[in-house]
């Protein structure tokens, strides 16, 4: 907590020898966050487009019907698009997961042969459940991090991004009134995630008592009966686990509690913009593509808002 940058610097060094998964992983983000700004803008013009060939059979009294010359090439390529999107999502998803597990089976390599050179006076300042709890579950958050949290972070940040321009494209007023909802909720997501740092903080000291009270409790346990402790050693290690159950329920209140909040925020944007696109559209300065496709583009700056709000306070 109190070396964070330093440790997030000596983190990402470990992955040096993954250069090429990393590259791989950077390409396949760009082409994805790339696919899903102009599938919107190009269904934008495709149910313009349909909206227009309805209309005219409709006026003409003539039956509507897609051909390859009528929308049947557009549909076609917005479907290879989706596709497209799909299969470099799965790309990233699944090399960085690969990275992940090879940079903690390293990480782990490293601790182990680093404990093996400690001399005894680390092992008898230190109890041996700390040391197991920064071993296991450290090592496992970090997994779980990089798998998920880093990979949703750098794609909500690009898709947000970019979703904003076209957004600002489409209609300046509207995209402002969504601007001030995002803010919004980056004020709550800034002040939930310094108390759940706090509370992160005091959930990994607790487990590393609980687990160190267990293993001595457990070794020395011909002793404590010898001297008749039984009694005082269960209280010992009720009082712990005690405080490693308040612990977990104020790191899980908090580190859920922010979806929520930020889906509430991004409803009532929908109910405000909804109601301003929709008086637009019948007055004619939108198109019903125009409008879909803008609401596109919310949910897609909005839902990666709420994931990244959900990994900032995680991270």
């Not at 000596?10 to 899903?36: K, M, N, P």
């Not at 790309?91 to 390599?109: D, H, I, K």
Request: charged share 15%; aromatic share 8%.
């Amino acid at each position: 907590m109190k070396n964070r940058q330093n440790t997030a610097v000596r983190l990402f060094s470990q992955l040096h020898d993954q250069r090429v998964r990393l590259t791989v992983v950077a390409v396949s983000i760009v082409i994805y966050i790339g696919l899903s700004i102009w599938n919107p803008m190009f269904s934008a013009v495709v149910i313009d487009h349909l909206w227009e060939s309805v209309q005219a059979s409709w006026q003409s009294g003539t039956p509507f019907s897609i051909t390859w010359d009528n929308m049947g090439r557009e549909l076609l390529q917005l479907t290879i698009q989706y596709i497209c999107t799909w299969l470099f999502y799965y790309l990233q998803s699944y090399l960085m997961a690969n990275v992940a597990e090879n940079l903690v089976l390293g990480l782990r390599e490293q601790v182990s042969a680093k404990l093996n050179r400690l001399p005894l006076r680390f092992f008898d300042r230190n109890k041996a459940g700390e040391i197991l709890s920064r071993v296991t579950s450290d090592l496992d958050k970090v997994t779980e991090v990089m798998q998920t949290g880093l990979l949703k972070l750098i794609v909500a940040i690009g898709t947000i991004i970019g979703s904003l321009i076209v957004m600002f494209v489409y209609s300046v007023p509207l995209t402002c009134i969504f601007l001030v909802f995002m803010l919004i909720s980056v004020i709550i997501t800034n002040a939930v995630s310094k108390s759940s740092l706090r509370c992160a903080a005091e959930q990994q000291e607790t487990i590393g008592v609980l687990t160190g009270i267990a293993e001595e409790y457990y070794n020395g346990r011909d002793v404590i009966k010898a001297y008749n402790r039984e009694e005082q050693s269960t209280e010992q290690l009720e009082k712990a686990a005690e405080a490693v159950r308040m612990a977990n329920k104020n790191v899980g209140f908090l580190t859920n509690c922010i979806n929520p909040l930020i889906r509430l925020l991004t409803r009532l944007s929908h109910v405000v913009i909804a109601i301003i696109a929709g008086r637009a559209m019948l007055s004619g300065t939108m198109t019903v593509g125009v409008v879909q496709a803008l609401f596109q583009y919310i949910n897609q700056a909005a839902e990666p808002l709420t994931e990244a709000s959900y990994m900032i306070n995680s991270l």
